[in-house]
């Protein structure tokens, strides 16, 4: 990589201040230093020159050492999203599932695909493809599921770090003769064990701090592994410190092969905290069908979730409750699950949460008489707002992902991983010329408050509308 | 406009066949006359040259006449969308619902927004931008709600026209005095007649055997309309054989203010009937809550049901059942209900058409013991496919506003209402160039099949994959 320069960047800047609430930070300024911090953020400022005169000075820096950008008016600096649950070689699955749900999905279009590509040059084709749209969507960290190949799995991390993502790159372990199909399994936990090792020991090969990739331990679902494979990566974990992700609840049927399994354990959740694998470093995908009982062990345990509503959707698993997850003190981010979910989109997937908390809502029955008022007043507050999906977007994928004093906002000492977001303005007639398209059709009229305006990027924003990506401050997407 | 001239489109042609299969024509020819009709549908062409010579031949026309159109590899034709309900004014407020429900959505956002439009310049640049921005998704035919001010449907009328777009054109009636606001209502029922018959009048003048844009009279919903409103329309109906819409049964509210305000009717439906609204060219939105009485009195007065998905999640109305609609034998299209919904894309209302449709399949009770099988098989049943939603885009949206012979699907007669699709193809080393981006982000490998490949386009899919667009023979729409 070639070594940074420093950024100075100008205009609006928004980001959550609380899961409620978004800051617009108008007439801005932020400087970024070689190594990608955020090192000063100035209010107020007129212009470049007023900027450049006082954070320069400020800073030491001199005017031929800084590259900068000033946001248009309209566009606006954004945190870069994070998914918090992408499996990369789905990719080239992307939107094909038919009518499956969990298990036959897995085993029709899901499975076959991965061990496919054990094949490198395939997997170097839909990994760069993967790593190069996610970016272009403005994910600036992505916290992957690979496959069983290790030198495939290791491509992904070489990849991630030569197109600058961030990203936990997790080679997949499942090691039971029984769930998993034969051309698809680890003969035991002990090459489970050892094909893990290998991936953690290249990445510490190629990236020694994990400051940009890191690995992360991930036993696939408690029934693709046997008890030896769960209670060793959790020893690999206490030994490393490295996090792990797995799934959990996704779906009934799975629910059912857990139980018969494990029945050792009380719940799902239990056999995860039985085998040592329920720690603060933990990243737990769906959990849409979990109990109170498992969501108050998850929150104890520091253990984090991932919420994937448009997988839930597409395969029927079920409508996941965040309003709930959020009340139990659970830190909650947001995954695309590609391609259970079709979409490779960040954006899209804090759409879908706005529209499945929609859908928790209208599940709710509201009963005659004195209830009604309270199941009422429960509807309403389920439903999660605008400010709340693009926190779940950026905040609380960080906190999941143990980044949070890194990345997911624009404050002094984090790490620039931020998109320029631009939306289409509308002419005076309403034409539409060549430039529209590129900018998506986001349509902006003027008269719009800065809350409508990210309102209408969420909701029909798309990768167009991301104009730059940069990472740890480092430039690593551009359109026109 | 123009004279148009003689089209030959040659390459792959993608249709509905029934509710459930798409037909691949691959290697086709398809001829297209002055007019904008379909006069010959060639199979097995091997090249431009024989196409043309077996096609002038038989049809008697010149080279010289002919546009020619090549679909290049894995591009195909597909028939235009037909938006069976969508509401243009508020194409300016599209993404801005906030979380809000139906009655206070409409006080809050929406008809401030439309009586605003009465201003002919802001009338003009938002009906300008939402034609050609409906244009570009792809939708040749749009059933519009336009709003009180004569003036401005007018404009609306004579933009689609001019602009190219397939369109009905309704000017709002809203004539009660308690639920409509003081500043956007009509003054009587007179009122309301006499503007609709201006606009009828103005589309005659400008299209008069209503080729291209037609009036629809439109009673906005029963709550917004007295019952001399509803009686008039009515007969204005059967004086003039002109279709109709409205809403039934979206929201809760809605329903008890209907049941308050008609206690003459025992439904909803009820309402429209004894009214002389239920007929067969009767497009209602939503129904999402109407009862099996009422959807059979639908059924059997001939009234079709523009579904409306995407607007049914985001106002928290409620999820409709397309499946229980079409065994009921009721013909349903789609509606993007934009700004119920936020979207103007008919790909996007089919998208959620699938994924409400699992939210159906998640709400069905599965019971312990011998009924379960059964609930299990209903709540596959309900799941609709990618060939089924695709159907509701195009013929099922065609059937709804009468034009089930002309468009919806390439026959010979039907005219050439039709979209160019392209996917995105990877390269050998997954680059992403510019031209990536122009196409979208459906990324085809080449191993998929050409089913895998639409499914791509349905979940993924944008208005960069919409390439050219012709409405009754027109170009009306292109894009690089």
């Known amino acids: ?83 918090t649950h992408i499996h990369a070689p789905q990719y080239a699955n992307a939107g094909i599932f038919g009518k499956s749900s969990l298990l036959d999905w897995l085993e029709t279009y899901t499975f076959p695909l991965e061990a496919s590509l054990s094949d490198l040059p395939k997997a170097r084709r839909v990994y760069s493809r993967c790593v190069r749209r996610t970016l272009s969507h403005g994910t600036t960290t992505a916290t992957y599921y690979a496959t069983l190949d290790v030198a495939a799995t290791n491509l992904l991390a ?30 035991d936990a002990d090459e489970t064990l050892r094909a893990t090792r290998q991936t953690v020991d290249h990445v510490r090969g190629i990236d020694p701090g994990f400051d940009l990739v890191s690995p992360i331990l991930t036993p696939r ?5 046997t008890r030896e494979a769960m209670a060793g990566l959790a020893q690999l974990h206490r030994e490393t410190g490295l996090p792990i992700q797995t799934h959990i609840s996704e779906n009934l049927g799975e629910m059912q092969l857990v139980r018969r399994m494990f029945p050792e354990a009380d719940s799902y959740a239990a056999v995860y905290d039985k085998y040592g694998l329920l720690t603060p470093k933990t990243v737990l995908a769906h959990a849409v069908h ?55 989109s960040i954006l899209e997937a804090a759409r879908q949460a706005a529209l499945v908390s929609r859908h928790v809502a209208m599940g709710i029955h509201v009963p005659q008489g004195d209830d009604a008022a309270a199941a009422e007043r429960e509807k309403e507050r389920v439903k999660l ?39 289409s303005q509308v002419s005076d007639d309403g034409g539409l010329e060549e430039q529209d398209d590129n900018d998506g059709f986001v349509d902006v009229f003027g008269w719009e408050s800065w809350d409508d305006r990210i309102a209408k990027w969420l909701y029909n924003g798309d990768d167009r509308n991301t104009k730059r990506v940069w990472v740890k401050g480092r430039l690593v997407h551009r359109r026109n």
């Not at 979990?290 to 997988?311: F, N, V, W």
């Not at 965040?322 to 979910?341: A, E, N």
């Not at 977007?393 to 977001?421: P, S």
């Open 221 to 225: 679902f408690a029934p693709s592994c």
């Open 290 to 344: 979990i109990s109170d009982a498992e969501a108050s062990l998850i929150a104890a345990k520091g253990s984090k979730i991932s919420h994937c509503p448009c997988s839930n959707t597409c395969l029927t698993s079920g409508p996941a409750r965040v309003r709930w997850m959020w009340d139990k003190g659970i830190d909650v981010g947001l995954g695309t699950d590609m391609s259970g979910g079709y979409s490779p």
């Open 158 to 187: 070489d990849l991630c770090l030569s197109l600058g993502q961030r990203a936990f790159v997790g080679r997949a372990c499942m090691d039971d003769p029984e769930i998993n199909p034969e051309y698809y399994r680890d003969a």
């Open 385 to 423: 707002t605008v400010e709340e999906v693009l926190y779940l977007a950026t905040r609380g994928g960080a906190r999941c992902v143990g980044l949070q004093d890194k990345i997911g906002g624009f404050e002094i000492g984090m790490e620039w991983d931020a998109q320029l977001v631009s939306l």
């Open 1 to 83: 990589m070639s070594p940074q320069r420093k950024l100075l960047l100008l205009g609006t800047f928004v980001h959550s201040r609380t899961q409620q609430h978004l800051e617009f930070l108008h007439n801005a300024a932020v400087a970024v230093d070689e190594q990608g911090k955020i090192v000063s953020i100035e209010r107020d400022v007129a212009d470049v020159s007023e900027a450049k005169e006082r954070l320069f000075k400020q800073l030491g820096w001199s005017e031929a050492e800084v590259d900068v950008t000033e946001a248009a008016e309209g566009q606006f600096f954004f945190p870069g999203f994070v998914d």
